[in-house]
C-alpha cells in the first residue's frame, strides 16, 4: 500500500505503545512507511519503513529487536506481540 505521492510518506498507521514511539522517532528522523499489511502467522500487523532504522532503540518490557538481514525480506525489525515494525536495507 503506498501513499498518495507513491513513496509511502502519507502513510499512517497506529501500533503498540512502545513500537509507536519508534515508528515516530523514525518519521521525524525522514524515515517514511512504504508498506502496511500483515505477514501472517507471525505479524497481525506489519509497517515497512523505507530506509534502515537510523538509531538504536531502548528495548521496553515485551519488545524484541531482531537483525533479519535478508534481502528477499528485509533488514531488521523490532517486534512487540503479533505486531511488526520493520525496515528494508
Known amino acids: 500500500m503506498r501513499g498518495p505521492d507513491g513513496k509511502g510518506s502519507r502513510l499512517v498507521v497506529t501500533m503498540a505503545s512502545p513500537l509507536q514511539v519508534i515508528l515516530e522517532a523514525e518519521l521525524a528522523r525522514g524515515n517514511t512507511i512504504v508498506e502496511i499489511g500483515e505477514w501472517p502467522p507471525r505479524c497481525r500487523l506489519l509497517v515497512m519503513l523505507a530506509q534502515q532504522f537510523h538509531s538504536s ?15 528477499h525480506y528485509w533488514k531488521a525489525e523490532y517486534v512487540l506481540a503479533d ?7
Not at 57 to 71: N, S, T
Not at 83 to 89: Q, S, T, V
Request: glycine share 10%; charged share 30%.
Open 57 to 71: 532503540y531502548p528495548l521496553a518490557d515485551g519488545v524484541e529487536f531482531r537483525e533479519i538481514g535478508d534481502p
Open 83 to 89: 505486531e511488526c515494525l520493520a525496515c528494508r536495507f
